[in-house]
């Protein structure tokens, strides 16, 4: 019986200050070693990770919260956000000056040269500010956006946008995702894809654009630094990222 584990990346791959810890490096080791198929399913854009793709010798994805799908190195599905949408969510931003980020698969760009918040959200993730280019979306497939807003800003934009999505990620940012969109979604792309039942598929999490992912799935692990919301939708709440929380949990389950 064939089985595949999806992990995903911030707070779960990586640790806290944004390292791959040894033990989580040796599990993976282990689960290729056992014939288990691994894979990433991230909110972050393939740009990302690639580095961590490549130390992890992974080669199928589901990035961009479910949007973007790549198995063995072959796109195999595609969700951009509409773009007429978009060119509405930018200038409503700019009324409330909430500035934006436009990203496809390669590259993003910023709605505006600099500001705080773009770079205070993108910093945590060790990125600096994008190069501003307030019509890179413009004939070309977005499949995120980043809203640069405080929580108790985004009512309108979750009330105002039927087509779109927003997961929060930040105190000051939200994914802007299509209506739908999920990783829940793109990984039932790669299982249809592999001919895999979803009760073969393990997946660990810890934030909120993980729930799906962790209800959809056989079995759902959360880690120990995950939010309340997200361990009470888990089949199994292993130990911290920082304390070995991935081979803990692998053992746990028993793949390894």
Known sequence: ???????????????????????????????????????????????????????????????????????????????????????????HAETNGHPLVFMNDRTMKASVQHHEHIEQSLGTLKFPHPEEDRHFYINREIYQALLFCGEDEEHEYVSGYDKFRLIRWHPHSTDILPAGGSKAEGIKKMMSRLGFKLEDAYAFGDGLNDIEMLQTVGTGIAMGNAVHEVKSHADLVTKDVSSGGIMHGLKEIGLI
């Not at 198929?37 to 972050?44: E, N």
């Not at 509409?82 to 200038?91: F, G, P, T, V």
């Open 1 to 91: 019986m064939k089985k595949i584990v999806f992990f995903d990346i911030d707070g779960t791959l990586l640790d806290h200050d944004k390292l791959l810890p040894a033990s989580t490096k040796e599990g993976i080791r282990q689960l290729k070693e056992e014939g288990i198929f691994v894979a990433i399913a991230t909110g972050r854009a393939p740009f990302m990770f690639e580095s961590l793709r490549q130390e992890l010798d992974i080669d199928s994805f589901v990035s961009f919260n479910g949007q973007f799908v790549v198995f063995e190195n072959e796109v195999i599905y595609r969700n951009p956000l509409e773009q007429q949408e978009i060119e509405r969510l930018l200038q």
